[in-house]
């Protein structure tokens, strides 16, 4: 079905005009996030170097926040993205959050071990769990961040079953068992 405009001319469809729709609720929600414009007088935070894990395979910069959001922390990581000066890590940062970045240890999606960057994800999340002051930690996963930030999720919660069933193609290894839990986890344009 075509939609007219005012005017008489057929240039929408209900299927471009819902297109238009979601992406003006999803430009708004990702405004709301993570607002790109901060006040000129806004310092960048700077960030503690962090290596994640026994190996140190992963790295990761912890900005420290202040005032009352300084307890809630946030954990940002993608698949194969360096998220260590993102710009929503320093937006966190200003408003008081304290914000954990990552940079993943793979560089090629075709190369990416699961257990591993799940491993990674529960470093830092036992990380931030163990600095004073921390009382909530929110996982954000941002296109295939969101992939991962939510597989783990669901690992924590449910432990092995979750990702050793028998209709799984590829289960994962015992090294996931007892992964630390998130309070919250936020998605953000995730993958299937």
Request: aromatic share 6%; charged share 15%.
């Amino acid at each position: 079905m075509r939609l007219l405009s005012k005017n008489g001319h057929r240039g929408f469809t209900r299927m471009n005009f819902t297109r238009m729709k979601m992406t003006v609720i999803a430009a708004t929600l990702l405004g709301l996030l993570f607002p790109l414009l901060s006040s000129a007088d806004a310092a960048t935070p700077a960030a503690q170097v962090v290596l994640l894990g026994p190996r140190h395979r992963a790295i990761a910069g912890l900005y420290r926040g202040s005032g009352a959001n300084a307890s809630t922390a946030i954990f940002v990581m993608h698949e194969n993205d360096n998220f260590i000066a993102a710009t929503p890590c320093m937006e966190l940062a200003q408003r008081g959050f304290t914000a954990l970045c990552a940079k993943s240890q793979f560089v090629d999606q075709g190369r990416v071990n699961w257990d591993q960057l799940a491993l990674d994800v529960g470093y830092g999340v036992a990380h931030l769990r163990s600095l004073p002051g921390i009382k909530h930690v929110v996982l954000v996963g941002w296109s295939g961040g969101g992939a991962i930030m939510a597989y783990y999720q669901n690992v924590a919660e449910n432990g092995l079953a979750a990702c050793q069933a028998p209709a799984r193609l590829d289960p994962c290894g015992n090294a996931l068992a007892k992964l630390p839990r998130a309070d919250g986890v936020v998605l953000l344009d995730g993958i299937p």
